[in-house]
């Protein structure tokens, strides 16, 4: 409003012939979009940045801008047009920055998110708590149950204490949405790294049960209760910590409805899952569910990257290098991540490479694993056989 006031008086004031009052609204238009429009435009379309930016200076090659214009005392007609041209310019910048991100991308991560890391707390849980089925084990149970559900109050504090610091500091704008969405990004390749490196899953669920099995040996009652307690707490609290983090992006990034209702719909349907699996037993197929899970947290990814880099290109610490000749529709951004600059095109791919790289990495050191087992059994196998023969 600011903008479109200060080129009103800036018209008002060349037609009356009040040329240097005309100057000096124009420029505190164009401080304006300069300084606060301009820097959210260009990460987003850099084309109708930079032609907006012309429009109040000296245009293109076709039409001349305001200032070209006032400078040489030009026919009110092209004053009028060229006003018209950068109002019209402004207009389709404020309805590119109308939305940041999609609201329907926003509850579909949140739900992606915060189902996959719930769904993993659960299948934990149960292969924690199979082996101690019977009578004998209902202690050990209730001990892990009561960490679980102790987990789960402490991610909502997380969660309401994480938001409170963070609108705390809100005065700092779009560079404190950078940083939490780096903290973000950094979550998600810590999530998708399980998708391709086994141990990620393997090793922590075997953890949990030494932990466990060491619990269940200790003398003291009231520790081995505390032990137990520690053992459910830490199912559950990793995986809410890293959601109540998340989220904060989401919600600095999208709107409070379509993450409540994207995380609503997860945390009823983990309700559903943890009902059919531990008041009825059923088994469910719970490795597909965290394959399928964990490739859209890959495609997630890729997308939150993308707007990660578009805030840095916002608040200046990376810069715009759009490419000539390619045009990417809104929605490429709203829903992908993807934005018409080397940067904004170049950056978010880096996931798949990321994930792809480490997929291959895994796969070289489990064949070179196989190899070593095989190449040791033949020689075991060899020097019995020698042992055989010599003592014959």
């Known amino acids: 409003m600011e903008v479109r006031t200060s080129l009103g008086n800036s018209l008002a004031a060349a037609k009356s012939d009040r040329w240097q009052e005309a100057e000096s609204n124009r420029l505190d238009a164009y401080t304006g979009f300069d300084t606060e429009i301009e820097p959210r435009v260009l990460p987003r379309n850099p084309t109708l940045g930079y032609a907006s930016e012309r429009s109040f200076i000296e245009g293109d090659g076709a039409n001349l ?3 070209a214009l006032l400078d040489s005392r030009a026919p009110m007609d092209q004053l009028e047009a060229a006003y018209s041209r950068t109002l019209q310019n402004l207009d389709r910048c404020m309805e590119l920055l109308k939305v940041a991100v999609s609201p329907t991308t926003v509850g579909f991560t949140a739900f992606s998110i915060v189902g ?18 019977g009578q004998g084990h209902a202690q050990t149970r209730r001990g892990i149950w009561l960490g679980a559900w102790l987990a789960v109050f402490v991610t909502i504090v997380t969660f309401w204490l994480s938001r409170t610091v963070i609108q705390s500091l809100s005065r700092f704008g779009e560079k404190l949405e950078a940083i939490v969405s780096v903290l973000a990004v950094i979550i998600l390749l810590i999530v998708t790294n399980w998708v391709f490196h086994r141990f990620y899953w393997t090793g922590w669920n075997a953890k949990l049960r030494s932990l466990s099995k060491a619990a269940q040996n200790v003398t003291s009652s009231r520790w081995e209760h505390f ?12 995986e809410g910590f890293e959601t109540a983090l998340f989220l904060q992006s989401l919600l600095l990034e999208g709107n409070i409805p379509a993450v409540a209702i994207g995380g609503g719909t997860a945390l009823l349907s983990i309700a559903v899952v943890g009902l059919l699996t ?8 719970y490795r597909k569910l965290l394959v399928l899970t964990g490739f859209l ?4 990814t890729v997308s939150f990257i993308g707007q990660t880099v578009r805030l840095f290109q ?33 950056i978010p791919p880096l996931a798949l490479v990321y994930v792809g790289g480490a997929w291959l990495i895994t796969r070289w050191r489990s064949s070179a694993a196989k190899r070593e087992m095989a190449l040791a059994a033949g020689t075991g196998a060899l020097r019995r056989a020698n042992s055989y023969t010599s003592k014959k």
């Open 297 to 300: 947290v890959v495609t997630i």
């Open 65 to 67: 801008g305001i200032k």
């Open 278 to 285: 531990f008041k009825f037993g059923m088994k469910l197929p």
């Open 116 to 133: 996959r890391e719930g769904l993993e707390a659960v299948v934990i849980l149960a292969a924690l708590l199979a082996g101690l089925r």
């Open 227 to 238: 032990a137990l307690l520690g053992v459910g707490f830490l199912t559950v609290y990793r």
């Open 314 to 346: 916002t608040v200046g610490w990376i810069s715009v290098h759009p490419i000539p000749n390619v045009h990417l529709p809104d929605w490429a951004g709203l829903w992908l991540g993807l934005y018409p600059s080397w940067e904004g095109l170049c």
